[in-house]
């Protein structure tokens, strides 16, 4: 009322303005109020109003203040960096956006270019460049984006970033607001994640993974190959099934008891493959619990030990047999001697050990070569072991001397038919490469327990009877006596006078 007094008085109009009203059933509203005086001979005569309703648009534009200050205030606190750009320059950027490029105040952002915060190269091979043209057209074409970007800090540290672009058409100008995220540990652990995924895809060693009941519910390829059973026979199946038929169920039960106690055991198994024949295996086993220790998964690496056995197997071979005729060698032969004495000893009964060599075994060499004497090594080494049974040992210590080891024997006549079985062989002629000859052979006899109680004395005894043998001339056996002892002891003492 006071506006129009003011009007009729003054005769100037007023400014429209927006006024809020209340109707007469309370309700309030806004309205865009325009007066202004209509004059009659000089003078007021009327005053026009007119009064439209905006409350909607009144409503609407508190909204967007609102929403305004909201934007602006998610802008400035928001963790993630928000950046405002042109089509390649930086208009604002919030504080996540300065620290996390590593920069201290939006002055040194602001102007820059996106160039700026990105190395020359991008992973895969594009320049950053290029790559920020290919995702940029993205972004016009969809209205906005989402890409992994490779990011540079202010110290030119590099690191992963997610970044949405979305497109701001204004006044027929395009504004594009970007958000950034920082990804480096998420990436790091996706390379990790990755690398494990290859390590299980690609490893030699059958991994599988296993529930809290023990059935299989992932595995690998070398599972398969090492175990022969395709993947859809293992997955669901419990290990059992890569040793079927070999350990008892007793055993596999103390296994699963150890692994549940432990949370991890590791050994050596028989397993065995799908066709049937069993192998050598390395088995180890993990638990993995969860949060409230209750066990969730088994892990389990398996690998086929069969090669490293039989090389194992081979290296033994080679450090207990004799290179030339594959006859236990001096290691072998008294390691056997020890666990025959002990089994003499226990059982009450007799064995018996035999030293020989060849006579005149030098005289093939330099005659024939050595590769003649080999041959007739070997030769004599097979005709050796057809005159004994398969629980004695026959033995090469070098040269071409020899020891056999007869176990569970009787009285000396058994011992006295295995010598002269023995004498005939070696005395049997010999043809190589059209060198043909015989040879002849002596042999000392000692036996457990009356010529010794301990493998030297008896190896020492029945050596002293073969030189004895071979001073009665060749192609003789003599077994040991005390006197024979006596009578070396005698000569040793002689020859040590006369050097005196």
């Keep these: 009322f006071e506006t129009i007094e003011q009007m009729w008085n003054t005769g100037q109009?007023?400014?429209?303005?927006?006024?809020?009203?209340?109707?007469?059933?309370?309700?309030?509203?806004?309205?865009?109020?325009?007066?202004?005086?209509?004059?009659?001979?000089?003078?007021?005569?009327?005053?026009?109003?007119?009064?439209?309703?905006?409350?909607?648009?009144?409503?609407?534009?508190?909204?967007?203040?609102?929403?305004?200050?909201?934007?602006?205030?998610?802008?400035?606190?928001?963790?993630?960096?928000?950046?405002?750009?042109?089509?390649?320059?930086?208009?604002?950027?919030?504080?996540?956006?300065?620290?996390?490029?590593?920069?201290?105040?939006?002055?040194?952002?602001?102007?820059?270019?996106?160039?700026?915060?990105?190395?020359?190269?991008?992973?895969?091979?594009?320049?950053?460049?290029?790559?920020?043209?290919?995702?940029?057209?993205?972004?016009?074409?969809?209205?906005?984006?989402?890409?992994?970007?490779?990011?540079?800090?202010?110290?030119?540290?590099?690191?992963?970033?997610?970044?949405?672009?979305?497109?701001?058409?204004?006044?027929?100008?395009?504004?594009?607001?970007?958000?950034?995220?920082?990804?480096?540990?998420?990436?790091?652990?996706?390379?990790?994640?990755?690398?494990?995924?290859?390590?299980?895809?690609?490893?030699?060693?059958?991994?599988?993974?296993?529930?809290?009941?023990?059935?299989?519910?992932?595995?690998?390829?070398?599972?398969?190959?090492?175990?022969?059973y395709p993947e859809n026979e293992l997955i669901g199946n419990t290990l059992q099934i890569i040793c079927t038929g070999i350990h008892d169920k007793t055993l596999i039960q103390a296994l699963s008891d150890e692994v549940n106690t432990h949370d991890r055991w590791q050994g050596e198994l028989w397993g065995r493959h799908r066709?049937?024949?069993?192998?050598?295996?390395?088995?180890?086993?993990?638990?993995?619990?969860?949060?409230?220790?209750?066990?969730?998964?088994?892990?389990?690496?398996?690998?086929?030990?069969?090669?490293?056995?039989?090389?194992?197997?081979?290296m033994r071979h080679m450090a207990e047999h004799d290179f030339l005729t594959g006859l236990p060698n001096r290691v072998l032969l008294l390691d056997r001697l020890q666990q025959a004495i002990a089994a003499a000893r226990r059982n009450n009964t007799k064995l018996a050990i035999l030293v020989l060599d060849l006579d005149r075994f030098k005289n093939i060499n330099d005659s024939f070569g050595h590769h003649i004497g080999d041959k007739l090594l070997q030769t004599v080494a097979d005709r050796l072991k057809k005159c004994v049974r398969g629980i004695d040992t026959v033995s090469r210590l070098g040269g071409d001397e020899f020891v056999i080891m007869l176990v569970d024997v009787g009285s000396g006549e058994p011992i006295a038919h295995i010598a002269d079985n023995i004498l005939n062989a070696i005395n049997m002629p010999y043809s190589f490469e059209g060198c043909e000859f015989s040879i002849t052979t002596c042999i000392g006899i000692s036996t457990y327990p009356n010529d010794g109680a301990d493998m030297d004395t008896l190896i020492k005894n029945a050596d002293i009877a073969m030189y004895h043998a071979k001073d009665n001339g060749s192609n003789k056996y003599h077994f040991f006596d005390d006197k024979m002892n006596t009578r070396i002891v005698e000569r040793i003492g002689l020859k040590n006078n006369l050097r005196h």
């Excluded at 295996?281 to 969730?296: C, E, F, M, N, Y």
Aim: glycine letters at 6%.
């Design 13 to 228: 109009p007023v400014l429209p303005r927006d006024w809020q009203v209340k109707t007469s059933s309370g309700r309030e509203l806004w309205v865009y109020s325009t007066m202004f005086p209509i004059f009659r001979e000089g003078k007021v005569d009327q005053i026009f109003c007119m009064d439209v309703d905006i409350t909607v648009r009144k409503r609407e534009e508190q909204a967007l203040l609102a929403i305004g200050a909201n934007f602006l205030t998610l802008f400035e606190r928001s963790a993630d960096a928000i950046m405002l750009i042109d089509d390649d320059r930086f208009l604002n950027v919030n504080p996540a956006a300065l620290k996390l490029f590593g920069y201290s105040d939006k002055s040194h952002m602001i102007g820059r270019s996106k160039e700026d915060i990105s190395p020359p190269t991008q992973p895969d091979g594009k320049t950053s460049k290029e790559k920020a043209r290919e995702m940029m057209a993205l972004v016009r074409k969809n209205g906005n984006h989402r890409f992994e970007w490779l990011h540079i800090n202010c110290n030119k540290e590099t690191f992963w970033t997610e970044v949405l672009y979305t497109e701001i058409p204004i006044n027929g100008k395009s504004l594009f607001y970007g958000m950034v995220r920082d990804i480096s540990e998420r990436k790091a652990a996706e390379q990790s994640l990755h690398l494990a995924a290859q390590v299980f895809a690609l490893s030699h060693e059958g991994i599988l993974i296993a529930d809290k009941d023990q059935r299989i519910i992932s595995m690998n390829r070398a599972l398969s190959d090492i175990t022969g």
């Design 275 to 314: 066709n049937g024949h069993g192998y050598p295996l390395w088995l180890s086993i993990t638990t993995v619990r969860g949060s409230a220790h209750d066990i969730v998964n088994y892990i389990g690496i398996l690998t086929d030990i069969s090669e490293r056995k039989a090389s194992e197997e081979l």
